[in-house]
């Protein structure tokens, strides 16, 4: 198939993709519960003992995914399209009638494998995208029809929002099912074990398995050497590191966490133009550069659409995964529509190699973090008080600093961009910073907050590009 449509895939966003899943990834699924345990549904990240993070859209992109193109529900508006539409269903029909059971993956790839059929570019594709990207339970379903025909006639379609937000989704499940498993002492009936049964629909075994390996040095299997022409999962095809305690690992990662795996030179593989050499400043113009058009999406606050699910994207709480420093993450009410047209005006490209930080407000507020969490360990807080939140080091940032403001409507971090030292602070803005810790803890969701700590965010959306969407500390203000 690829040597008739490589370039029908290259033009819709999904070559790579496809290649990356001729790889045989070898499960861990230590790891990958390991993970889940430490997800967070309301901030959309991990939540470490050291820091946060998450996967995002810059990840998506690097494993072949598309952020641009129309969505994943774009439906069928031409007769030809709803005709070969047409023809698929009634083949589905066909081959569920024949076997008498459901349509699985073998049963349609059976069918249309070598069968020169005038639809089995559309039929591979159902078949790549069932299996691959939108798995329900290894089944045929109409709705994957629409994606398959555009794809195939070259349409660039978004497929990451899509994915990512399911990989959401299922995470969010996961940690459901983990919590209620952890409370039962045993099971009861054959009706407690089917309550904790649970479908995922995304390849989250698969792509947050990578994430991990690219990130957490101490998980990560030796490499393959990747050959000319391969993708970058080749380095992890038919690897696997068995570790004994995934937990202590996960636990244990704050100086062994590559913030930007994908910023580091790696022979036979081409960086996009996103990771440059030098910082510069650059204008987006999606006519010119879907690449950079690609890493503004990676950066702006936003609701990904899946497949019968709408999940928040929250970039500016992982900032330093973009090699951006990283601030107080505002609290966001309310997030764009990911397929919103948004006006571009500048885009800050950071430095390959820069090493990102923390701001010394930021590093404040996640020690107020750490002790709620200490607390409520030993019992002396309510479960319910404690924060989830963000990635601290040990170097601190003035937040005096100059700060370099985002454009992108939606965008909820700006970042230190120049410093001073800590000793050149004054005493008055270390006790104005002192404040801001004591206060930032209204950065936690509000509902499980007491309202006077809640903080109030100005949305700014008044003007383009915005100021910030963070506040500075003289901005905020306790609501009683």
Excluded at 351 to 368: C, H, I, N, Q, S
């Amino acid at each position: 198939m690829a040597s008739l449509h490589e370039s029908t895939w290259k033009k819709a966003g999904i070559y790579e993709a496809i290649l990356n899943s001729t790889y045989e990834i070898r499960r861990h699924t230590d790891l990958v519960l390991g993970l889940a345990e430490k997800w967070c549904s309301e901030t959309k990240s991990f939540i470490f003992s050291w820091g946060e993070a998450t996967i995002t859209l810059e990840d998506m992109i690097i494993f072949g995914y598309s952020v641009l193109g129309s969505s994943v529900l774009t439906p069928l508006e031409t007769g030809e399209l709803t005709k070969t539409e047409e023809k698929m269903e009634l083949t589905r029909i066909e081959i569920g009638r024949t076997a008498g059971r459901r349509v699985d993956n073998n049963l349609w790839k059976k069918k249309f494998m070598d069968s020169g059929s005038e639809i089995e570019h559309e039929a591979f594709l159902v078949f790549w995208l069932s299996r691959f990207v939108f798995p329900v339970s290894k089944a045929i379903v109409k709705t994957i029809f629409p994606i398959a025909i555009h794809l195939a006639r070259g349409t660039r379609i978004a497929l990451a929002p899509a994915v990512l937000a399911h990989i959401y989704r299922d995470l969010s499940l996961l940690k459901e099912k983990i919590v209620a498993l952890a409370q039962l002492d045993h099971f009861e009936n054959e009706e407690d074990r089917s309550a904790l049964a649970i479908t995922l629909h995304s390849p989250l075994q698969l792509l947050v398995q990578i994430w991990a390996w690219e990130r957490f040095l101490e998980l990560r299997p030796k490499p393959n050497l990747i050959q000319l022409g391969e993708t970058r999962f080749a380095q992890w095809h038919k690897t696997m590191l068995r570790v004994e305690n995934v937990r202590t690992v996960l636990d244990s990662a704050e100086q062994r966490f590559d913030w930007r795996p994908y910023a580091k030179t790696l022979k036979c593989w081409n960086f996009p133009k996103f990771y440059a050499e030098k910082e510069m400043w650059v204008s987006v113009d999606p006519n010119r550069c879907e690449e950079l058009e690609s890493f503004a999406r990676c950066l702006r606050i936003s609701e990904l659409i899946g497949r019968g699910c709408v999940e928040h994207y929250f970039p500016h709480r992982v900032a330093m995964q973009f090699g951006l420093d990283q601030d107080l993450p505002a609290c966001v009410a309310q997030v764009s529509d990911y397929n919103k047209h948004t006006s571009y005006a500048n885009l800050y490209v950071p430095l390959r190699l820069y090493e990102a930080d923390v701001t010394t407000r930021y590093l404040e507020w996640w020690k107020d973090s750490l002790r709620h969490l200490q607390a409520a360990k030993e019992g002396v807080l309510p479960r319910e008080r404690i924060f989830r939140s963000s990635k601290i080091t040990r170097k601190k940032r003035s937040k005096t600093a100059k700060r370099v403001n985002y454009f992108i409507e939606g965008f909820g971090f700006s970042t230190s961009k120049m410093r001073k030292r800590k000793s050149e602070e004054t005493s008055t803005e270390k006790k104005e910073d002192d404040s801001d810790a004591s206060g930032s803890a209204g950065l936690l969701p509000s509902k499980i907050l007491p309202r006077n700590l809640i903080i109030k965010k100005e949305l700014n959306e008044s003007s383009f590009p915005p100021k910030t969407n963070l506040l500075e500390a003289s901005q905020l203000t306790k609501i009683i």
